[in-house]
């Protein structure tokens, strides 16, 4: 990917950085379809059946590889597969092309003007359906190249160690990744919660969004990736490059020698736990030292179905990450739908915008029978600790505990929304612990899109206001003596994880992968200086100003 204005040796490109970690590699770029000219030709009405059972085949297939790949992944990996070949079969573009078709268009003519179509209508609505517009591309592309006897597009096989570079990756692209060969992610859009972000923290592959400039790096160019300040630089000194490659070693060995439970230096407890989506995933952060699952997010059951699931379905999967942590802390949280994530058996209105719309506990009040029927399975299955997410309202959190309660469960929720925040006192009337979505928060904090790469410094967990509502949440728990965590990707940020425990925060949950990291960095330091650095934080006014408050006191 060139650029009129190209970049020079030691340039460094700035970003904002993920997944932590030191990579010097050489740059590799995703293959996408070769331009195409959209054929200007009529098909004649008798080869228009099969024309539209050409594309009808082409779709099917480009949607089964996608099922076939979610099968085989685990995790959030698996989540956006099925996500993305939900998307590949969703009846309005797919009719969208159709009519294209019967009116005269060939196949792909029709399935390039039907995605335009609606990539158009998903960016005017924003939020988190402007994210759909990378995977609606990816499909296009996919279902274009399957119409046209081309390779399947994507991330090419590197022959050594690379760092991937791309405008944007579509969530099939990364789930697809062999972190033994693209070392390093860098992408010119996308957040720090993006779909890209939280598969490259499930691989433990250091990535950086944002990156201004990032364009003009060519294929093979070597650069030095550093996750953990944000940078790209490129052609470094190699003698340079391979220095901060060994100390970003050596901390990653230092990390993996540690064996938990979690605690500071100076013995002060803090449960460091794992988050999960299904059994295959518990069975392998079993492998790591977390304690216990924080979040077992419970979407992957119900997603890229025509119909729910039954409760002994439910109790099944369920009961696959309880046994995988038996005896352990299991926090499941109940169904997380709507928005990005529509579910077929659920009349999910239209909406101008879906990420203040019906979602989360909200899908409850039009459809209670899903959520009585999956507390019956929770319960079935053995589980004690629940929680729900994006509650808004004391009123909320009382009924949820009601009804969890009911089937001789533990109730918490999830502090997603600022409200929630500022009446955790209130809340914690109620329930028995708060856990919070620093994703979310961070989006509703800054009323910023979280898969905006123009706002992504905006949703940086390290801003100022996050914080401040994270400790707003963790004085009432204490007041109350009740546990608040952190189950958001702030978690997995070793450095931000010392700051909120100094903020009172009481467990952390992150991906497998950045389990040991955290616990590494937190036993190194005393509880006071967290507390020290947690002040220092809430007194800056930037999140460039809290990281550096945080770091000059904790490393």
């Excluded at 230092?254 to 988050?275: E, F, Y």
Aim: charged content about 20%.
């Amino acid at each position: 990917m060139s650029s009129s204005t190209p970049v020079t040796s030691l340039t460094v490109l700035r970003g904002v950085p993920v997944v932590s970690g030191v990579q010097y590699a050489p740059v590799i770029r995703p293959g996408r379809l070769p331009a195409l000219d959209a054929p200007a030709h009529e098909v004649a009405e008798a080869d228009r059946p099969a024309e539209s059972a050409r594309f009808t085949a082409a779709a099917a297939a480009v949607a089964t590889r996608l099922r076939d790949r979610a099968a085989h992944a685990t995790g959030a990996a698996s989540e956006v597969l099925a996500a993305t070949a939900t998307l590949a079969q969703d009846r309005a573009w797919l009719g969208a092309a159709e009519k294209r078709i019967t009116a005269g268009a060939p196949a792909v003519r029709a399935v390039t003007e039907a995605v335009e179509q609606f990539v158009d209508l998903f960016t005017q609505l924003g939020g988190l359906m402007a994210e759909r517009v990378t995977d609606l591309r990816d499909i296009r592309d996919r279902v274009v190249a399957e119409l046209s006897g081309l390779p399947e597009p994507g991330v090419p096989l590197p022959d050594v160690p690379s760092v991937l570079c791309a405008e944007d990756l579509a969530p099939a692209d990364t789930a697809g990744l062999d972190p033994t060969l693209v070392v390093g992610l860098a992408t010119t859009l996308g957040g720090p919660t993006s779909h890209t972000a939280i598969i490259a923290r499930q691989l433990g592959i250091p990535c950086v969004v944002a990156v201004g400039g990032l364009d003009a790096v060519d294929a093979d160019t070597l650069v030095l990736l550093d996750g953990t300040r944000g940078t790209v630089t490129v052609d470094p000194d190699p003698a340079q490059a391979a220095a901060a490659v060994a100390a970003a070693a050596q901390s990653a060995a230092l990390a993996r020698q540690w064996t938990g439970p979690g605690a500071t230096a100076d013995g002060h407890a803090v449960a460091i736990l794992v988050n999960v989506q299904d059994g295959a995933a518990a069975r392998a952060a079993r492998q790591t030292p977390a304690e216990g699952v924080g979040l077992f997010r419970t979407e992957l059951c119900f997603l890229n179905r025509d119909t729910e699931p039954t409760v002994d379905e439910q109790a099944q999967i369920y009961r696959e990450v309880l046994d995988a942590f038996d005896g352990a802390k299991v926090v499941i949280r109940t169904l997380d739908a709507g928005s990005d994530k529509p579910l077929k058996f659920v009349g999910h209105p239209e909406e101008a915008n879906p990420a203040l719309g019906v979602r989360g506990i909200r899908i409850a009040a039009g459809n209670p029978g899903i959520l009585e029927r999956q507390l019956e399975a929770i319960a079935a299955a053995g589980g004690d600790w629940v929680m729900a997410p994006m509650i808004a309202t004391a009123a909320e959190a009382e009924s949820f505990a009601t009804r969890a309660r009911a089937y001789g469960l533990t109730p918490g929720v999830m502090i997603e929304v600022p409200a929630a925040a500022l009446l955790a006192d209130k809340i914690l009337e109620h329930v028995e612990f708060l856990s919070i979505g620093t994703n979310d928060l961070a989006q509703y904090t800054m009323a910023a899109d979280r898969m905006s790469a123009e706002l992504a410094g905006l949703t940086d967990p390290w801003q100022p206001a996050v914080l401040a509502l994270v400790a707003t949440a963790t004085r009432a728990g204490a007041a109350a003596g009740k546990p608040v965590g952190v189950c958001g990707e702030a978690a997995a940020d070793p450095l931000l994880a010392c700051v909120l425990v100094g903020l009172g925060v009481t467990s952390l949950s992150a991906a497998g992968a950045a389990v040991p990291g955290v616990g590494a960095q937190l036993a190194q330091v005393r509880l006071q200086q967290c507390r020290d650095a947690a002040d220092a934080v809430l007194a800056t006014a930037t999140a460039e100003e809290a990281r550096a408050a945080a770091a000059a006191l904790l490393s």
